[in-house]
C-alpha cells in the first residue's frame, strides 16, 4: 500500500488503518475483553496497519491506555495515533467543550495515557455550541508548535463550521461520518477539502457491521439486542441495505473474497478519501481487514458498486 499524507502536514501512513472504539470503549459497548482489545492491536501493528482511530471518550481514556500499552513493544515511528476530544465531564455532567484551556489539557492528559511524547494526529471531537471555531484550532495549533501533535483534525463538523475551524489553513483533516449508505458530504464538503487540500477520514465504514456481508435480508436481532430497535437493522431500510448488499456477491466471488474486503477496498480507491479505519472487536478479524488491501477493483467494479448505493 503506498503511503497517504494527512492534510498539509508531515504525517504520512498507509491509508487501511483501524478504528478502537472497541478496545477498551466499555462506556459504548457492553462485555468488551480488554486482553481482545490488546491483541487486536498488537495483530494489526504486526499485519502492516499503522493508523490507530482512538478519542478520549472511548472508555473515558481507557482506549489510550490499552493503546499506550499495546504500541510499547513497537518502534514509535511505526504507530499512527489519531486521538479525539470534547467530552468534559469536569462539572458532573457531560459537555462538550472546544476551550483552548480545556483541549490543551486534553492533548497532556492523553499524552501521559498514551505514554508518548506527541500524538500524530489530534481532532476535536464534536464543535461545542460556544467556542469560536478558529479560536479552539488555533490553541490546537499552538500544540503542534510545541511538538505535542502533528496534524490537526477536526469531526462530527458540519460544511459550514469546518470552513469556520479552517479560517486560518490549519485543519488537515475531517473525520465524519460517511459511508457507501451515508454520503452527504460528497456534495456539501468534498469540494471545499479538495480546494483546502485537507483530507477526508470516513468513520462507520462497515456500517457497524451492515456491509460486511454476514447479514442477509431474512436476519433479525434478539429484542434484547440495541440492533432490534435500530432503524438501520430492520425494517424498509435495513431490506435496501441489505439489496445492495447482494449486489457485492458476485464481484466478491470474481475476487475469491468476501463482501467485506470489496466494501473496504471501494474506500481504498476512493480518490475523495485519505485513510478508511474499520473497527475490529478482536485479532481474529484483523487479516479479513488487511486482506482489503490486495482488491484491486476495476473502473468498471469500481462504479457499478457506486451506482448500487448511490444515494441521488
Ligand atoms: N469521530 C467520531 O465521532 C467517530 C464515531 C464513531 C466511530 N468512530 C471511529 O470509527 C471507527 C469505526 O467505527 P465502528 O468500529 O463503530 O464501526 P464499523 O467500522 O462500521 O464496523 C465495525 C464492525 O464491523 C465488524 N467487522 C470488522 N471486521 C470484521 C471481520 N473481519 N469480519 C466480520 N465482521 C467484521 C465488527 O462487527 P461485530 O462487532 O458485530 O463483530 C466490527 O465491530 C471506530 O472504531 C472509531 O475509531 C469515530
Not at 504486526?46 to 499506550?68: M, P, Q, V
Not at 469536569?90 to 489539557?105: A, H, R, V
Not at 458540519?158 to 489553513?169: F, H, W
Request: hydrophobic share 35%; glycine share 8%; no cysteine.
Amino acid at each position: 500500500m503506498d503511503k497517504i499524507k494527512i492534510g498539509k502536514s508531515q504525517v504520512e501512513t498507509v491509508p487501511l488503518g483501524l478504528g478502537t472504539n472497541k478496545v477498551g470503549g466499555h462506556n459504548l459497548f457492553p462485555n468488551l475483553s480488554e486482553s481482545d482489545g490488546l491483541a487486536t492491536i498488537r495483530t494489526a501493528l504486526e499485519s502492516g496497519i499503522e493508523l490507530l482511530d482512538t478519542a478520549f471518550i472511548y472508555g473515558k481514556g481507557r482506549s489510550e491506555e490499552l493503546i499506550g500499552e499495546a504500541i510499547a513493544d513497537f518502534p514509535r515511528d511505526q504507530v499512527i495515533i489519531a486521538d479525539k476530544a470534547a467530552h468534559d465531564f469536569s462539572s458532573g455532567g457531560m459537555l462538550l467543550n472546544n476551550e483552548p484551556q480545556f483541549l490543551t489539557k486534553s492533548v497532556d492528559d492523553a499524552l501521559r495515557r498514551l505514554k508518548t511524547d506527541y500524538i500524530d494526529i489530534f481532532y476535536i471531537h464534536f464543535p461545542d455550541e460556544k467556542t469560536p471555531k478558529s479560536e479552539a484550532v488555533g490553541a490546537l495549533q499552538e500544540l503542534r508548535e510545541a511538538g505535542k501533535l502533528r496534524a490537526i483534525g477536526i469531526s462530527n463538523f458540519t460544511p459550514e463550521q469546518v470552513k469556520e475551524a479552517n479560517q486560518d489553513g490549519y485543519v488537515d483533516v475531517v473525520e465524519n461520518y460517511y459511508s457507501l449508505i451515508h454520503r452527504e458530504d460528497e456534495e456539501t464538503l468534498f469540494p471545499y477539502l479538495n480546494d483546502a487540500h485537507s483530507s477526508f477520514i470516513p468513520y462507520f465504514p462497515l456500517e457497524s457491521g451492515l456491509l460486511t456481508g454476514k447479514y442477509t435480508k431474512d436476519s433479525t436481532f434478539a429484542e434484547n439486542d440495541p440492533r432490534s430497535k435500530d432503524k438501520k437493522f430492520t425494517g424498509e431500510v435495513f431490506q435496501k441495505t441489505m439489496a445492495a448488499v447482494d449486489t457485492l456477491r458476485p464481484i466478491a466471488r470474481q475476487h475469491h473474497v468476501d463482501v467485506l474486503q470489496i466494501v473496504l477496498a471501494w474506500y481504498l480507491a476512493n480518490p475523495n478519501l485519505a485513510a478508511v479505519i474499520p473497527g475490529a472487536r478482536n485479532a481474529g478479524q484483523i487479516p479479513g481487514i488487511v486482506q482489503s488491501a490486495k482488491v484491486n477493483l476495476s473502473k468498471d467494479e469500481y462504479d457499478l458498486i457506486d451506482q448500487n448505493f448511490s444515494t441521488k
